[in-house]
């Protein structure tokens, strides 16, 4: 299997970002928008009846609206097909999709993340779409990289990559150079180290990721020790070298109070005015995706510039599609599902009702097509996909079955922060519970 270890936000707090993926955004349909009984079989109706294709997907009220535009135009196009559209935010819609996945009614079209597609894979939710020909419109390596046991379950939407955003303005201002793109981590944290003398008591170079799980992986992938988590969360894989040498680095700039203190590091909330490391002017450089770096310039216009995650000998940070549409494996319609999804991402006039809504699109084509319209905060999701993918690793999210481990090492780590816990006494108690879920998923 090739992939997936995601994010979140990062990339869990990705996710973050991805970034992430989600956004605001109040519900839509209550209905759940599963295929109607009395449409006929697979694909286009026979004798001219009508097909009522479910369709279900999250993010805010612009992505709402533009992504109905578009189910309208599909119909203008193909009156034969109608929807039954049910839309909400993130937190929502995966509160909702496991039990439609539990009672077999999840909608024909379902959107779906990088972060959760492998656990759907699992549970049989998802429908094969290697037959869904995308050659000349999504490159073959990010196919490959999004396959599943060589099998593709979702048809990518946009490009995304997880970089780091950097306060250029005020790092010009205190005379700083500016971070360089392929920087190492160990160019990373001198940079952090020269750059905080040059700065203010009260402002610091970079924030502290010591609780964010995937920075870690970030890192220990970069070594070329692979993902924390591999074969569907069934391999559990946290070096042990490599977690004490990172968080014994980031111990001693704590200490050298490089980084910002451990209370001012959990009240940051990303993409607040107030409460965001770099809008509020605490930190001069962040994780950010594709998605979320241009909220980023919203909240700092003309400030942001971007650069790669830190590379190892292995790469740094990753670079692929993370948001896909699918087709339920229960679909009573899955030839006009996925001639529908083939569409979305095809054709131009529905690339122009997206527009960005779900980030870079993935058909080169679409894009170019959008560009001579974009803002600077588009332009800048373009640029930061462009900085992270030279050496970008493949997006490793969270195995199946380890929500719980993720917020262990969270809360384990915020101990470690505040001085509470050894970093031995840590990497002991991490590594147990990940080695007992993966058991669990054999």
Avoid at 48 to 77: F, M, N
Avoid at 372 to 396: R, T
Wanted: hydrophobic share 40%; with cysteine.
């Amino acid at each position: 299997m090739k992939l997936w270890v995601k994010g979140l936000p990062l990339l869990l707090g990705c996710m973050l970002v991805f970034t992430a993926c989600g956004g605001g955004g109040n519900g839509g349909n209550a209905s759940n928008g599963g295929a109607s009984p009395d449409s006929g079989g697979d694909g286009q109706a026979s004798g001219g009846k009508t097909v009522e294709l479910g369709i279900t997907w999250w993010g805010p009220d612009e992505r709402h609206q533009a992504t109905q535009a578009a189910l309208d135009l599909y119909t203008k196009q193909n009156p034969n097909v109608k929807f039954k559209p049910e839309y909400m935010a993130w937190d929502a819609y995966w509160q909702k999709l496991p039990t439609l996945a539990a009672s077999k009614s999840v909608p024909d079209i379902l959107q779906m993340d990088a972060a959760y597609i492998q656990d759907y894979v699992s549970r049989g939710i998802m429908e094969d779409l290697s037959d869904v020909d995308l050659k000349g419109i999504v490159p073959d390596n990010i196919l490959e990289n999004i396959k599943i046991d060589g099998k593709l379950y979702g048809i990518p939407l946009s490009h995304n990559a997880q970089g780091l955003a950097y306060n250029k303005a005020d790092l010009e201002a205190a005379g700083i150079p500016l971070p360089k793109q392929g920087w190492t981590w160990e160019e990373y944290f001198q940079w952090a180290r020269d750059a905080k003398a040059k700065l203010p008591a009260d402002k610091y170079p970079i924030g502290d990721p010591a609780n964010a799980w995937d920075w870690f992986q970030w890192y220990q992938a970069s070594q070329g020790k692979g993902a924390i988590m591999s074969d569907g969360g069934k391999t559990f894989n946290l070096d042990k070298e490599l977690f004490v040498k990172f968080h014994t680095e980031l111990s001693k700039l704590r200490q050298e109070k490089v980084l910002p203190p451990p209370d001012m590091s959990l009240a940051f909330l990303e993409n607040d005015p107030q409460a965001d490391p770099m809008a509020s002017g605490k930190v001069m450089t962040r994780g950010a995706t594709v998605g979320s770096v241009s909220a980023l310039e919203q909240l700092m216009p003309g400030k942001v510039a971007v650069v790669n995650v830190p590379n190892g000998p292995s790469g740094g940070g990753w670079a692929q599609s993370t948001i896909f549409l699918g087709v339920s494996a229960n679909s009573k319609h899955k030839d006009e599902a996925k001639k529908f999804v083939k569409w979305f991402i095809t054709d131009p006039e529905a690339g122009k009702a997206l527009g960005l809504t779900r980030g870079i699109p993935i058909n080169e084509a679409i894009y170019k097509e959008l560009e001579p319209n974009l803002q600077p905060k588009d332009k800048i999701s373009k640029e930061l996909a462009e900085v992270a993918s030279p050496k970008a690793m493949p997006f490793y999210p969270a195995g199946p079955g380890f929500t719980e481990w993720v917020d262990f090492y969270k809360t384990t780590m915020e101990a470690v922060m505040f001085g509470q816990n050894s970093i031995e006494d840590a990497y002991n108690e991490i590594n147990k519970l990940g080695q007992d879920i993966a058991a669990k998923q054999k």
